[in-house]
């Protein structure tokens, strides 16, 4: 058979195999059997099997079987009715008729059979084929993973090989990230006019991110107009707008989360199991190689510890005005990141007027446990309230069997805890603590890298309270100046007040600011001015607090000032229905 002849052959047998033509079917079946039925006292009744074998040809042997049965049945009431002449064939229904007609049957059933192979044989070298494909390019895919180099090129190979895989239109790579819970471009194929490097996810997008990578199964979309959620993931604002299909991959194991894969096609597709059974392996086996050469980066890490320390205590110096929260955060942040046992970390600072330590920064805990920040513990109670009273860190291998542990919850979820007090000087401040699911966890070197950070803590929170309080006294001052600037230039009381209200809240960023008068007949306090919108609404209705009422009418009978953290704690605190937030 010459090249020419072979490659007729080929797409003749591809065409069959997956019938293409499988919409004209039926319509040239039906006009067969009128054809048939037409020309029927003209040709011979076994002419039926030209409609019967097509049947078998189109519809395999259960279309054989039907078509050749139902031409028979045609046949035999033809030929009753006497619409056959007898002059062209003679009929011995007995023999003649039986026998012809299940030759009629026997040879449609054979092309039935024959057609039926020729598909089974298509689709097992399509499956071998496309097993071969996965293959390839899978190792290659691994292969150009393990080798490293540079991050952007192995991932933009990586998505150029998925692409290709399935013979995709567009595809782009999103990294997950576990501490900001949202997704990020890494790579696409289809070049923007604006490069994007963060996507705009709702809630519902996230969760669905976060439930594919749980789940570790891949999505197939076969219309993302009817999934806007989707329909987004998988654009990323990127890829054209003509996109129809698309498949999202997941990179996940069960402790290891990496990103998403999308692949865009711009017209409709189908896939059957086997198919996604290949794309979820191809998914695992660069999961695993995405997984190692992370885990090789992480080695390297720790070799950069004694360095990442001494930035830590440069950047706390030179970020003192960030804020106090902010420091704390990124003091914890960087004891779960020095010390690979530490999946979680704790800052608890000294509330030296209750006794009591809080937690004021976390890090590696979920929405959950939030309500850890609310559990104090007073000075010698618990292993923080211990190692801050002593003065001396504490390394809990079993936190179980520690006679003064303390738990948070019912059922604590870690076993190992290192806690290292926080002090400028004698003065305590606070502890800082991390903790393992682990046992034993956590080595001397750890204590070591962790006291460091506690002296580089209370170093960067009394600069950060000192900043605060000169901060908060140059207000003092500016408030006071600018009042009494007014007092000097002003005539108009009630002008006066007014701007004093307002420059309060203003300047000290209160939630709210008022001032009363005392109402000379019966010591009522009037409401002269109030700041915002809630102000003007009062004063309007023209509020006031009967005389000893609340805490304004406490602080006019006594002549004393008063101060709480807590209204909720002071008995004869009375809460005005317009300001529920106080």
């Keep these: 058979m010459d090249e020419y002849s072979s490659f007729t052959y080929s797409n003749f047998m591809q065409a069959v195999g997956e019938r293409r033509l499988q919409r004209f079917y039926f319509p040239i079946l039906i006009g067969l059997f009128f054809f048939y039925l037409g020309t029927f006292i003209w040709l011979t009744p076994m002419a039926a099997a030209i409609p019967g074998i097509i049947g078998g040809w189109f519809y395999h042997r259960r279309g054989a079987l039907i078509t050749s049965g139902f031409v028979t049945g045609i046949n035999l009431i033809l030929i009753r009715l006497g619409l056959y002449g007898t002059g062209h064939f003679s009929l011995n229904l007995a023999a003649s008729f039986l026998v012809g007609h299940l030759l009629i049957v026997g040879t449609a059933l054979a092309v039935g059979y024959f057609r039926e192979e020729i598909e089974r044989q298509h689709r097992i070298d399509k499956r071998v084929q496309a097993r071969e494909r996965h293959l390839i390019l899978i190792n290659m895919a691994t292969k150009e993973i393990l080798e490293g180099g540079d991050l952007d090129n192995i991932y933009y190979n990586l998505i150029t090989r998925l692409t290709n895989l399935v013979t995709a239109d567009h595809g782009c790579l999103l990294v997950w990230d576990d501490k ?161 046992h530490a999946e979680k970390s704790v800052i608890h600072l000294l509330d030296e007027e209750a006794q009591t330590l809080f937690a004021h920064a976390v890090s590696g805990f979920e929405e959950h446990e939030d309500a850890f920040r609310r559990i104090g513990m007073r000075l010698g109670e618990g292993i923080a309230g211990q190692a801050i009273s002593d003065g001396v860190s504490i390394n809990i291998g079993d936190i179980l069997k520690h006679p003064g542990f303390i738990p948070a919850t019912a059922n604590p979820n870690y076993r190992s805890l290192l806690v290292v007090p926080v002090q400028s000087g004698m003065k305590p401040i606070g502890t800082i603590s991390i903790q393992s699911t682990q046992y034993n966890a956590f080595k001397e070197r750890d204590a070591e890298i962790l006291k460091a950070l506690s002296i580089q803590a209370a170093v960067a929170i009394e600069n950060t309270r000192l900043f605060e309080t000169t901060q908060q006294q140059l207000k003092e001052v500016n408030i006071l100046y600018q009042i009494s600037r007014a007092l000097a230039i002003s005539i108009d009381a009630e002008q006066l007040i007014h701007d004093t209200t307002e420059l309060l809240q203003l300047n000290f960023e209160y939630y709210y600011a008022q001032v009363f008068l005392i109402e000379p007949d019966t010591h009522n306090l009037i409401l002269k001015h109030g700041s915002g919108e809630i102000g003007k609404k009062l004063v309007q209705n023209g509020h006031y607090l009967p005389a000893g009422e609340g805490v304004v009418g406490h602080v006019a009978a006594t002549g004393l000032p008063f101060v709480t953290n807590n209204v909720d704690d002071v008995v004869f605190f009375k809460r005005n229905p317009l300001l529920q937030e106080t």
Excluded: W
């Design 180 to 340: 900001l819970q949202n997704i990020s471009l890494t790579v696409t194929t289809y070049q923007a006019d604006q490069p994007q490097s963060s996507l705009p996810l709702h809630s519902e997008e996230i969760a669905i991110i976060r439930s594919l990578l749980e789940d570790r199964h891949i999505v197939f979309i076969d219309n993302t107009e009817q999934s806007m959620q989707y329909a987004k993931i998988c654009t990323f604002n990127t890829i054209r707008e003509s996109t129809r299909a698309a498949i999202l991959i997941p990179l996940a194991t069960h402790d290891f989360r990496f990103g998403v894969v999308a692949l865009a096609f711009v017209t409709p597709l189908s896939l059957d199991r086997e198919e996604i059974s290949y794309i979820e392996l191809t998914s695992q086996q660069i999961t695993l190689a995405l997984r190692s050469i992370q885990q090789e980066q992480q080695i390297e890490k720790q070799l950069q510890v004694d360095q990442a320390l001494l930035s830590i205590g440069r950047a706390l110096g030179e970020n003192e005005h960030i804020g106090t929260g902010k420091v704390l955060q990124l003091i914890v942040d960087a004891a779960r990141e020095l010390m690979p």
